[in-house]
């Protein structure tokens, strides 16, 4: 009889499709489920002499261009010589007959994460090397040269925010679950005050924080940035808003912000040092109505946990429970993107 892990895949299955497709693999493979992944399924998997991660599309119905494995394949495959952290990618497998879903295999990367932008379990004296670490590396990925990554069409030309306002909106009408005014207020404010487009056109992430970032065990290098699912060709501050959007949110293991944290004292970068930073390793005098890029992050969460909620409500979350309790944040966003648009 197969093994099955929980019911997610068939583990036989998928030692048969390694041992055929993937360039020194040898089984057997012991299977474990990270906790975190709740868009795609993450898994990780040990030989006796390696360790690799399997990120898969989950099961179900899914929004139309969602849990984008191949992409997340893709773009960090393309960025292995680039300046930008990324584990090595081996295999993509497009073919649903073997484990039920499209999935990717890279190698599992020795190195700390953090959950909490607080880092409590670093000195303060270490801290601000660790989030000085997560600005050079956001500076890196929006220098990639795009055209010799072969990068160039990883996204359509256009106005970013124009592209990527039509498409949450879309996705969260799609998942939409009951009506919320902040919300509908919210996005018909982002609809009428998208900036004319400066030119800048470079990688994103689409999910910058520092809980999808992995360090170093003895020092504060960023050795790999994680879930790229939402990465395309954008618009740059859309990554940098997305960081300070996380900041502003209730401290704890829910909302993983700093509010109301006395950063001096614990050695963390307040919003305008961060932003300062940036924009000189970038070469940037400054960033005009910083408040619009920060409610549409806010705006884009609230339609991302939108879906969350959806897929827990159907009973396809990869973590029902905490999709749920995440999903109940998504008229805390709102309220607040629209808070940020009064400061345009």
């Not at 999935?103 to 994460?113: C, H, L, T």
């Not at 790999?224 to 501050?237: M, N, R, V």
Request: hydrophobic residues 40%; glycine residues 10%.
């Amino acid at each position: 009889m197969a093994t099955e892990i929980a019911g997610q895949f068939d583990i036989d299955a998928m030692t048969k499709w390694l041992s055929e497709n993937l360039d020194g693999f040898k089984g057997p493979i012991e299977v474990d489920k990270y906790a975190n992944g709740q868009s795609n399924p993450t898994f990780r998997l040990r030989t006796p002499d390696h360790g690799y991660v399997l990120r898969r599309k989950p099961l179900g119905t899914l929004l139309k261009s969602a849990h984008a494995v191949d992409r997340e394949f893709r773009v960090q495959k393309a960025l292995a010589d680039t300046a930008v952290p990324v584990s090595k990618m081996h295999v993509l497998c497009e073919d649903d007959s073997i484990i039920g879903s499209s999935f990717y295999i890279m190698d599992e990367i020795d190195g700390r994460s953090f959950d909490d932008p607080r880092l409590p379990e670093v000195p303060v004296e270490d801290r601000k090397a660790i989030i000085g670490e997560m600005n050079r590396v956001l500076a890196a990925i929006h220098d990639v040269d795009i055209e010799k990554a072969g990068l160039s069409d990883y996204g359509p030309q256009g106005n970013y925010y124009r592209r990527q306002i039509d498409r949450w909106t879309k996705q969260y009408r799609s998942s939409e679950t009951e009506k919320i005014p902040a919300m509908e207020e919210l996005m018909e404010w982002l609809d009428n005050n998208i900036p004319d487009d400066d030119g800048q056109r470079t990688l994103v992430h689409g999910d910058y924080r520092i809980d999808n970032m992995l360090f170093s065990n003895d020092g504060p290098e960023c050795v790999a940035i994680l879930d790229w699912e939402l990465s395309t060709i954008g618009h740059p501050f859309a990554d940098l808003a997305a960081v300070i959007m996380q900041w502003a949110m209730p401290t704890g293991g829910e909302g993983r912000g700093l509010l109301g944290v006395d950063r001096h004292a614990e050695g963390l970068m307040e919003d305008e040092e961060f932003i300062a930073a940036y924009c000189e390793r970038r070469g940037l005098a400054g960033i005009d109505k910083f408040g619009f890029y920060l409610a549409f992050t806010f705006f884009r969460m609230a339609g991302i946990l939108q879906g969350v909620k959806k897929r827990a409500l159907e009973g396809n979350a990869s973590n029902p429970e905490r999709a749920l309790r995440v999903g109940g944040f998504v008229p805390r966003f709102a309220e607040a993107g629209l808070n940020a648009a009064k400061t345009v």
